[in-house]
T-cell receptor
Framework: AQSVTQPDIHITVSEGASLELRCNYSYGATPYLFWYVQSPGQGLQLLLKYFSGDTLVQGIKGFEAEFKRSQSSFNLRKPSVHWSDAAEYFCAVGAQNTGNQFYFGTGTSLTVIP | NAGVTQTPKFRVLKTGQSMTLLCAQDMNHEYMYWYRQDPGMGLRLIHYSVGEGTTAKGEVPDGYNVSRLKKQNFLLGLESAAPSQTSVYFC????????????FGSGTQLSVL
């Protein structure tokens, strides 16, 4: 069965510092991988996605993520965090042959210290 | 450009009451989904639909029913609400498999007393 694990429930970083949010997935075939961000009281917004090809994908707001098949990981990174990046981040896995079902991790809450 | 619209945004129910959440999308998307979001549990798929007239169960379907009579609408029903159904409910839609991305509504906060 598909599953997504985000081992870090909460992360605090200083503004300007680098960020890495971890995501591990379990899926039998090649997955489609996503990172979404949720600001308080809002729905989720797509940051980036990986389907195939280049394993380093660029997203919006200066985020990037790297797909590592050998580690079943899809970690999200940003070189320099801004105070506006404080939010909840969700990793998700999906696939065509599951009726386009998407499975989400439990999320990582990011706090940014001025 | 409305995107995905959920109504209502907030609702308080008493145990045993019924209600329907409405999701409407104006992007002509084939796929629609209902998720619930609970603290520490992320988003869990309740039901989903791959097209008009079709629905399927997700991870946590018990206590919910859905209908997709029109392509643009996806209804989530609670026949007899329970306190365990207190949650934030999100509707989402996605286009065909060529562009796998979820578009989310802004959520419905439901409290069952």
């Amino acid at each position: 069965a598909q599953s997504v694990t985000q081992p870090d429930i909460h992360i605090t970083v200083s503004e300007g510092a680098s960020l890495e949010l971890r995501c591990n997935y379990s899926y039998g075939a090649t997955p489609y991988l996503f990172w979404y961000v949720q600001s308080p009281g809002q729905g989720l917004q797509l940051l980036l996605k990986y389907f195939s090809g280049d394993t380093l994908v660029q997203g919006i707001k200066g985020f990037e993520a790297e797909f590592k098949r050998s580690q079943s990981s899809f970690n999200l990174r940003k070189p320099s965090v801004h105070w506006s990046d404080a939010a909840e981040y969700f990793c998700a896995v999906g696939a065509q042959n599951t009726g386009n079902q998407f499975y989400f991790g439990t999320g990582t809450s990011l706090t940014v210290i001025p | 450009n409305a995107g995905v619209t959920q109504t209502p945004k907030f609702r308080v129910l008493k145990t045993g009451q019924s209600m329907t959440l409405l999701c409407a999308q104006d992007m002509n998307h084939e796929y629609m989904y209902w998720y619930r979001q609970d603290p520490g549990m992320g988003l869990r798929l309740i039901h989903y639909s791959v097209g008009e007239g079709t629905t399927a169960k997700g991870e946590v379907p018990d206590g919910y029913n859905v209908s997709r009579l029109k392509k643009q609408n996806f209804l989530l029903g609670l026949e007899s609400a329970a306190p365990s159904q207190t949650s934030v409910y999100f509707c989402a839609s996605s286009p065909t498999v060529e562009d796998e991305k979820l578009f989310f509504g802004s959520g419905t906060q439901l409290s069952v007393l």
